[in-house]
């Protein structure tokens, strides 16, 4: 869809919330979901990672603020695998932390870390939940409901109703959900670059993010590009994954089916059924069946 570089993909979500040198969207964003009241920016670290993630993507945002590892994310498709990935970033902040401030595990004494919070903010056009929990056990191929290795993503839906008093309470994240509807919107009707540049010229002439975009409107259509790209991907690689689950499901249906009849076949033979009075008694055809007779009735070859 589009030639932008995207060896590191930054994001929308990211420019306006992640940048170093204007740590008050942070914070105010902060603020807003914690209800605290917290001014001093230097109070706020940004611990934000490049390359967490082996598609050679930037985590949207995390930083450091009163004992607190805070992970923001932000999606525009619904992903159930939201957990694996904050646990996966989570690694590596842990990690840098641990580096930074020169701390081991390999020590006698109880290492103190900070206390994360990872946090998803879904801003696409499904209908979702006003708030989900999603959780790493629900991935686990053995179920394993004892709590004792879960890891939770709190999806917040920034279009939903029930979360309208958050965005109040924050100016940014007001503006910048104002700013990704007014692209879906007008992305109905025309293409996404012509929809980009529209709502931009919207938001400014309304006083939406206005000195933001006036500054950074060439990035924001590069970003927001390579975004949908990056949903494109993974609505791809999702709708695989779905297929191939399926496929998989129909060929366990099947092989279970095969076995129980199998096993019908097993139980007739020792009470001394000939195949055409299992096939009857079974309502099967006799030539389908055969095959399954003969290598039930036949005796194991030694190699």
Request: charged share 30%; proline share 4%.
């Amino acid at each position: 869809m589009t030639s932008t570089n995207r060896e590191h993909k930054d994001r929308l979500f990211r420019l306006i919330f992640a940048d170093e040198k204007n740590k008050a969207n942070t914070l105010a964003l902060y603020n807003a979901l914690n209800k605290s009241s917290y001014t001093n920016e230097d109070d706020l670290e940004i611990t934000t990672i490049e390359d967490a993630l082996y598609l050679k993507m930037k985590n949207d945002l995390s930083f450091v603020i009163a004992d607190t590892m805070n992970l923001y994310e932000q999606q525009s498709t619904h992903n159930p695998n939201m957990p694996l990935r904050g646990f996966i970033y989570y690694g590596s902040l842990y990690a840098k932390y641990m580096q930074t401030n020169r701390l081991t595990p390999h020590v006698s004494t109880l290492v103190k870390i900070p206390t994360p919070n990872y946090i998803v903010f879904y801003t696409g056009i499904s209908k979702r939940p006003a708030l989900e929990k999603l959780r790493l056990s629900d991935a686990f191929q053995i179920p394993d409901d004892s709590g004792e290795f879960e890891w939770t993503a709190t999806v917040i839906n920034l279009k939903h109703a029930d979360n309208k008093s958050l965005l109040q309470s924050c100016k940014p994240l007001n503006e910048y959900t104002t700013l990704v509807s007014k692209i879906q919107s007008y992305q109905k009707s025309m293409p996404v670059n012509e929809a980009v540049d529209k709502a931009v010229e919207e938001c400014i002439s309304e006083g939406i993010l206005a000195d933001f975009l006036k500054a950074h409107r060439a990035e924001v259509l590069d970003v927001y590009l390579a975004e949908v790209d990056e949903d494109i991907l993974r609505e791809r690689l999702m709708e695989e994954g779905e297929q191939r689950g399926v496929q998989q499901g129909i060929q366990q249906e099947q092989q279970a089916n095969l076995q129980k009849l199998k096993d019908k076949i097993q139980r007739k033979i020792t009470k001394g059924k000939t195949l055409e009075q299992i096939a009857d008694e079974l309502e099967e055809n006799v030539e389908d069946i055969r095959p399954l007779y003969e290598e039930l009735i036949l005796p194991p070859q030694n190699n």
